[in-house]
């Protein structure tokens, strides 16, 4: 009786021990992609000041007439093509990130995680990528009590004692399957 008793609490504390950790994790996710729509802002303004500069250098070295990221290219493509590749390429950049910002900010905050996840898989030049690198290597973990960020701990309780039984399972299967000694063939 009192091993059944210590069993059952073992079992029990084994599902709060990964359920809890699994709650915290996704309680990050709403300041995550906070985090992640102002890193994109930042990176995207940073990056159309260049252009900027970039532009206004080579249309008064040049004699480019056009004001446009389209005509300034096209008129530095005929002097430096080199020049006009690598500027259309930071054009092509900056036009991608902040369509994921746009994106982002247009999405209920409820739902921004799971968009800025599904975005995160579309990344064929690896722009989103580097972001993403940069920010998971300078972020905190905070706590954050928001309504989104409740509703992913729940989720994450959920999910971790899932996994806790789905473990708890899958031991009692191979306890009961190697603690009984071999099978009776029939």
């Keep these: 009786m009192i091993l059944r008793f210590v069993g059952r609490w073992l079992t029990h504390a084994f599902g ?6 699994f709650a ?3 309680m990050q996710a709403p300041a995550l992609t906070h985090e992640y729509g102002m890193a994109l802002l930042q990176v995207t303004q940073d990056a159309r000041f260049d252009i900027d500069q970039r532009k206004a250098s080579a249309r008064q070295f040049y004699s480019i007439a056009a004001t446009d990221d389209a005509g300034v290219v096209a008129g530095l493509k005929a002097v430096e093509p080199s020049n006009a590749e690598t500027l259309a390429l930071s054009i092509e950049r900056v036009h991608v990130l ?3 910002y746009d994106r982002l900010a247009a999405t209920a905050v409820l739902w921004q ?5 599904s975005d ?3 990344d064929p030049h690896g722009y989103k990528a580097a972001v993403w690198r940069s920010l998971l290597s300078t972020y905190d973990m905070q706590l954050s009590f928001s309504t989104a960020a409740i509703l992913y701990g729940l989720a994450g309780l959920f999910a ?3 996994a806790a039984q789905l473990c708890l399972a899958l031991l009692r299967g191979l306890t009961g399957r190697f603690g009984r000694g071999p099978v009776a063939q029939r």
Excluded: E, K, Y
């Design 98 to 100: 902040r369509g994921v």
């Design 24 to 26: 915290i994790i996704a």
């Design 16 to 21: 709060v021990v990964l359920a809890l950790p």
């Design 160 to 162: 971790g004692s899932l």
């Design 113 to 117: 995680p799971l968009a800025a996840l």
């Design 120 to 122: 995160a898989f579309d």
